[in-house]
Nanobody, 118 residues
Framework: EVQLVESGGGLVQAGGSLRLSCAFS????????IGWFRQPPGKEREGVAC????????YYSDSVKGRFTVSSDNAENTVYLQMNSLKPDDTAVYYC???????????WGQGTQVTVSS
């Protein structure tokens, strides 16, 4: 059974940084795609970033490009989201999802809260 577990959320001041982790397990194949999504209060879930091990490609939404970095550690079965220069608009519950492609999400983590104070 595929499982995704996020960690690393918290409260940070505007301009600060956080690193989220998505530990995955249960994959029956070598390659995967893990994406990061967020759902701000009262809004729909949106895609933020994605890492694909098929070709080591990354994707970022315009709202986070240049501030967030997605990376992976295959030895640890973990995908990270480094978030710098955080803004109050980044406040949301952050989810990781995967695993076949960045466009098709079959599994979700439980989410982790990120709150950015002004």
């Amino acid at each position: 059974e595929v499982q995704l577990v996020e960690s690393g959320g918290g409260l940070v001041q505007a301009g600060g940084s956080l690193r989220l982790s998505c530990a995955f397990s249960g994959l029956t194949f070598d390659d995967y795609a893990i994406g990061w999504f967020r759902q701000p209060p009262g809004k729909e879930r949106e895609g933020v970033a994605c890492f694909s091990s098929y070709d080591d490609s990354t994707y970022y939404s315009d709202s986070v490009k240049g501030r967030f970095t997605v990376s992976s550690d295959n030895a640890e079965n973990t995908v990270y989201l480094q978030m710098n220069s955080l803004k109050p608009d980044d406040t949301a519950v952050y989810y990781c999802g995967g695993v076949v492609s960045c466009q098709s999400i079959d599994y979700w983590g439980q989410g982790t809260q990120v709150t950015v104070s002004s």
